[in-house]
Nanobody, 123 residues
Framework: QVQLVESGGGLVQAGGSLRLSCAASGGTFSSYAMGWFRQFPGKEREFVAAINYRGAYTYYADSVKGRFTISRDNAKNTVHLQMNSLKPEDTAVYYC????????????????WGKGTLVTVSS
């Protein structure tokens, strides 16, 4: 059983940056693809970014491409989401997800999820 704990959320002005982290425990982190999703109030969770188990491949939603960067540190069992040039429309709860299959992570049906961290971008 893998446990995921997100951190790094908070309040930031438009144009600013935040770095989210997701710490994993209880499994072999280096064997899991990891992803970030976000959920707006009253909306379904949507895909943001994903990275394969080795960190060799990354995928992004069009809405964040060029502004967000996903990375992982397998030695520290951690995945990060560097968010730059933040916009008010990025305001959401951000969730970390894990699964052995990258396609499953990207599809939003990963086996493991964190509880989320709130990001608020003020205009």
């Amino acid at each position: 059983q893998v446990q995921l704990v997100e951190s790094g959320g908070g309040l930031v002005q438009a144009g600013g940056s935040l770095r989210l982290s997701c710490a994993a425990s209880g499994g072999t982190f280096s064997s899991y693809a990891m992803g970030w999703f976000r959920q707006f109030p009253g909306k379904e969770r949507e895909f943001v970014a994903a990275i394969n188990y080795r960190g060799a491949y990354t995928y992004y939603a069009d809405s964040v491409k060029g502004r967000f960067t996903i990375s992982r540190d397998n030695a520290k069992n951690t995945v990060h989401l560097q968010m730059n040039s933040l916009k008010p429309e990025d305001t959401a709860v951000y969730y970390c997800a894990a699964d052995e299959s990258l396609s499953t992570v990207v599809g939003g049906t990963g086996d493991y999820w964190g509880k989320g961290t709130l990001v608020t971008v003020s205009s």
